[in-house]
């Protein structure tokens, strides 16, 4: 049976959500029962992309990349995938319907860290920013709203400026792993090398924009999603935070961390202010 086959697909991307990043499963129980199971195929799907093109070092990645988009159209078009985590996925797509060209952008922005190192212009680097994280955040928008369009229409730009944010969140913080294990550069005008209180402060006041545009689309989100939503806001603004009183040499060689007990500090006080109607 197939209802079978799906469960233990679902297991398989909640699985993967749970051993690849602790902060967003948690982020993700803060969400509705009836939408949980979907956020974890989203989430399955594009960190297995992620983790070809960031992790699997001796191996051929293009190949490994070329298999999987082919898998990826395959599962999309039959409905169906031995891949339990792109069988999740499509079950997500096809229920949501997540257009399209929401996921080709996706793997647009992912081949482009198998070749690409450098982004010189504004433009490259907003392109990317989409594809990765903009688009990402249209996807799970899609499952929050459940099928409402005027809802999703209306709530599309905060949904983007929050993807953005995050993105630029975990660029800043992985400053020193990205140009020495990986060689890349995201910020465009900015020679890691020399980074300076000058630059960092430009792309933190960046960061900031991108938050502050978005908060308006977190409050007005179906209530199946505000809470998990504004916790990893609250989560990452807390890491802009320390980021932003960080020196910059010190970013350059060092990963900052929200502790455990800050999480749970942060996680009270968004409990009370939901409890509140304050958000």
Not at 1 to 19: I, Q
Not at 110 to 129: F, G, N, Q
Request: aromatic residues 14%; charged residues 30%.
């Amino acid at each position: 049976m197939k209802s079978l086959f799906d469960t233990v697909s679902f297991e398989c991307s909640k699985n993967v959500t749970r051993a690849y990043s602790t902060s967003f499963s948690s982020a993700v129980k803060m969400l509705a029962p009836t939408i949980r199971q979907d956020i974890y195929n989203i989430y399955g799907f594009v960190r297995f992309a992620d983790e070809i093109v960031d992790s699997f070092h001796d191996y051929n990645k293009e190949e490994l990349f070329d298999l999987f988009e082919k898998d990826l159209a395959a599962a999309l078009e039959n409905k169906i995938s031995l891949n339990p985590i792109l069988n999740s996925f499509q079950h997500t797509v096809h229920k949501f319907q997540i257009p399209e060209d929401l996921i080709s952008a996706f793997m647009k922005s992912m081949k482009m860290d198998l070749v690409k190192t450098k982004y010189h212009t504004d433009a490259e680097y907003k392109e990317y920013i989409y594809g990765s994280a903009d688009v990402v955040g249209l996807m799970c928008l899609k499952v929050f709203v459940g099928g409402d369009d005027k809802k999703y229409q209306d709530l599309k730009e905060p949904a983007m400026r929050l993807g953005s944010a995050f993105q630029k969140v975990n660029f800043l913080r992985d400053l020193k792993a990205d140009y020495e294990d990986l060689s890349r550069t995201y910020f465009p005008n900015t020679d890691l090398r020399k980074l300076d209180e000058a630059s960092k402060n430009q792309i933190i006041a960046e960061i900031e924009a991108d938050f502050e545009a978005s908060y308006q689309g977190i409050i007005n989100l179906p209530i199946e999603a505000k809470f998990g939503v504004y916790t990893a806001y609250i989560y990452y603004k807390k890491l802009l935070s320390k980021l932003k009183k960080t020196p910059s040499a010190e970013i350059k060689n060092t990963r900052i961390r929200v502790s455990d007990y800050q999480k749970m500090q942060l996680f009270a006080k968004c409990y009370f202010n939901y409890k509140l109607n304050a958000i």
